[in-house]
């Protein structure tokens, strides 16, 4: 996974950070302050295999995530972590998940250009003869109130 430059940032202000992810890999990004909205009446899907890297995803998961098909198939879903979302969230996540049991939850991700979007994601394990084989996560549009909630208490994290 490539680190981001100033100009994948299209002109918007952005503040630099380096993120450390859970597999010791790094990668230098920025953060515009940009919401980009949850597209209206679509859900952003994308699959895993069970290490988390990702094997298809939906029409509207390439275009709110602003990568391509060819950057996203193969790499890590932490492509979209955003500085801002706790890591105990997904250590519960991963927690969850991995037993076999669906998670819910609000993730504030980051796009390619530096700009977020919030969502409200179901994962859920996709199992065959008794085992977890990968993961599929559905994002709806979470509600203002929500947002406005998580995103207090995510910085309280
Ligand atoms: C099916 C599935 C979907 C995921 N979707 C996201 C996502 O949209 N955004 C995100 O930051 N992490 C997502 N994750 C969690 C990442 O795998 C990862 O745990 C997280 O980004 C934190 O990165 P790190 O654990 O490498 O530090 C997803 C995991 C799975 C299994």
């Known amino acids: 996974m490539r680190d ?14 380096t993120l450390t992810y ?3 890999s790094s ?13 209206e009446g679509k859900l952003i ?7 988390g890297i990702i094997t298809h995803m939906n029409q509207a998961f390439v275009e709110m995530s602003g990568f391509s098909e060819d950057e996203l198939i193969g790499t890590p879903h932490h492509i979209l972590r955003h500085p801002d979302m706790p890591s105990v969230a997904f250590k519960d996540l991963w927690d969850t998940i991995s ?24 994962v859920v394990p996709n ?14 549009k979470p509600s203002r109130r929500k947002v406005e909630e998580m995103s207090a208490l995510y910085k309280t994290m």
Request: cysteine-free; hydrophobic content about 30%; charged content about 30%.
């Open 99 to 122: 037993k076999g049991v669906k998670w819910h939850g609000y993730v504030k991700n980051l796009r390619k250009d530096g700009a977020y979007y919030w969502v409200y994601a179901t």
């Open 45 to 51: 899907v994308s699959r895993t295999d069970p290490a």
């Open 27 to 39: 990668r230098k990004i920025f953060v515009a302050d940009r919401e980009v909205p949850f597209p």
């Open 4 to 17: 981001m430059t100033l100009a994948d940032l299209n002109g918007s202000p952005g503040e630099e950070y």
């Open 22 to 24: 859970s597999d010791g």
């Open 127 to 140: 199992i065959r003869g008794g085992k977890v084989v990968g993961y599929t996560s559905v994002r709806r």
